[in-house]
């Protein structure tokens, strides 16, 4: 069965910076693709940033690029969101999800395991 288990949210004023990890088991993800997404209240679900584990591609929401940054640790079946620069918008509940796919997808309904989600609320 697998599991995914995030981290690391929490409440920060505007312009701080947060880490959020996000621990796979039950399986191994290599080669294929995990990410964030976020919902904030009263919206969908929206791709925030993306890894493929092959050759380490990374990929990001217009919103987020160049503030946030993914990584991954292999070895710990691990992979991290880190958001600096955050502003009162980032504010939501933040979802690490993996795919069993290759591509990297926009859209959460094409993605195939998800974590609870960790609350990031942004202060102005």
């Known amino acids: 069965q697998v599991q995914l288990v995030e981290s690391g949210g929490g409440l920060v004023q505007a312009g701080g910076s947060l880490r959020l990890s996000c621990a796979a088991s039950g399986r191994t993800f290599s080669g294929y693709t995990m990410g964030w997404f976020r919902q904030a209240a009263g919206k969908e679900r929206e791709f925030v940033a993306g890894?493929?584990?092959?050759?380490?591609?990374?990929y990001y929401a217009d919103s987020t690029k160049g503030r946030f940054t993914i990584s991954g640790d292999n070895a710990k079946n691990t992979v991290y969101l880190q958001m600096n620069t955050l502003r009162p918008e980032d504010t939501a509940v933040y979802y690490c999800?993996?795919?069993?796919?290759?591509?990297?997808?926009?859209?959460?309904?094409?993605?195939?395991?998800w974590g609870q989600g960790t609350q990031v609320t942004v202060s102005s």
């Open positions: 890894i493929r584990w092959s050759g380490g591609s990374t």
């Open positions: 999800a993996a795919s069993n796919s290759r591509i990297m997808y926009w859209a959460a309904s094409r993605w195939d395991y």
